[in-house]
């Protein structure tokens, strides 16, 4: 069963504005949240990480929040470009430390 | 920078032979992942290891395999090479107690 879910697989937004991507999860032991970015033939590349302490954190464009009794969290990037196009996985770190990873969503930025 | 070099980028092999696939990191870092990526799927984790000898299945071990006899260098061996296991392999490293991974290049495996 899925712990970490990005239910829509597709996103597509017009440059300079708002994408939000989401994510939902069921294991309320997990202590940290990570989002990671990947483009076609490399591997992923880290954004942004938030701890379950906390409700918000922020990196230039990227903020990333955090809704525990939700279970949810999403991804903000605000302006966004066409160099953010990209597949932009969730991902939640065990008690065990194991990194566990949702299927991803595809974003597109048009220009 | 954290270095995570995997030694393949592509590889062809044929149904039924022993497959390795190696990853290398220059951070000393503790924990090392194997993960494979498929449309749809995202990343599976296959087998983690938090130390030099020390080794946990993922999600999907069937078919699979791990050696960690140093700690720069995971292995991920495929005893029997099946069509179904023609992926996107993904190495990842980091310190351990930290968050963030860093993720190798990537091999893309085909068997036929």
């Known amino acids: 069963d899925q712990q970490v879910k990005q239910n829509s697989p597709s996103l597509s937004v017009q440059e300079g504005r708002i994408s939000i991507l989401n994510c939902d999860y069921t294991n309320s032991m997990f202590d940290y949240f990570l989002w990671y970015k990947k483009y076609p033939a490399e591997g992923p590349t880290f954004l942004i990480s938030i701890s379950s302490i906390k409700d918000k954190n922020e990196d230039g464009r990227f903020t990333v929040f955090l809704n525990k009794s939700a279970k949810h969290l999403s991804l903000h990037i605000v302006p966004s470009q066409p160099g953010d196009s990209a597949v932009y996985f969730c991902a939640a770190r065990t008690e065990g430390e194991k990194l566990v990873f949702g299927k991803g969503t595809k974003l597109t930025v048009n220009p | 920078d954290v270095k995570v070099t995997q030694s393949s980028r592509y590889l062809v092999k044929r149904t039924g032979e022993k497959v390795f696939l190696e990853c290398v990191q220059d951070?000393?870092?503790?924990?090392m992942f194997w993960y494979r990526q498929d449309p749809g799927l995202g990343l599976r984790l296959i087998y983690f290891?938090?130390?030099?000898?020390?080794?946990e299945k993922g999600d999907i071990p069937e078919g699979y395999s791990v050696s960690r006899e140093k700690k720069e260098r995971f292995s991920l061996i495929l005893e029997s090479a099946s069509t179904n296991q023609t992926s996107m392999y993904l190495c990842?490293?980091?310190?351990?107690?930290?968050?963030?991974?860093?993720f190798g290049q990537g091999t893309r495996l085909t068997v036929v």
């Open positions: 290891s938090y130390d030099v000898k020390m080794k």
């Open positions: 990842a490293s980091r310190r351990g107690g930290y968050t963030e991974a860093f």
């Open positions: 951070m000393d870092h503790e924990n």
